[in-house]
Nanobody, 126 residues
Framework: QVQLAESGGGSVQAGGSLRLSCVVS????????MGWFRQSPGKEREGVAS?????????RVDASVRGRFTISLDIAKNTVYLQMDKLRPEDSGIYYC??????????????????WGPGIQVTVSA
């Protein structure tokens, strides 16, 4: 059974940093996309960053976080990370880790992702 579990969220002041982790189980990284998404009240879920496990140079980062957020993968630890620097209040929301199996296209569109973690809260205060 595929499972994803996020950790590392919390509250931070604007300009600060957080690192989210997503530990996966029930499968071995081979050929899929791993993505981070976020959702704030009243808004649709949006893509933040994605990475192809078969080719880690294949990454996408949303324009709103480019230069501030970095996605990475540690295959030995079955973990995907999202390093978030220079955080802004508008980055607040619930962050989700997700998997799209059998592909390396890694579009930042939640409709393509099949497996999801429960989400974790990130709050950035001004």
């Amino acid at each position: 059974q595929v499972q994803l579990a996020e950790s590392g969220g919390g509250s931070v002041q604007a300009g600060g940093s957080l690192r989210l982790s997503c530990v996966v189980s029930g499968f071995t990284f081979a050929r899929e996309c791993m993505g981070w998404f976020r959702q704030s009240p009243g808004k649709e879920r949006e893509g933040v960053a994605s990475l192809a496990t078969s080719d880690q140079s294949n990454r996408r980062v949303d324009a709103s976080v480019r230069g501030r957020f970095t996605i990475s993968l540690d295959i030995a630890k079955n973990t995907v990370y999202l390093q978030m620097d220079k955080l802004r209040p508008e980055d607040s929301g619930i962050y989700y880790c997700a998997r799209e199996p059998g592909t390396s296209s890694c579009l930042l569109d939640p409709q393509w992702y099949e497996n999801w973690g429960p989400g974790i809260q990130v709050t950035v205060s001004a």
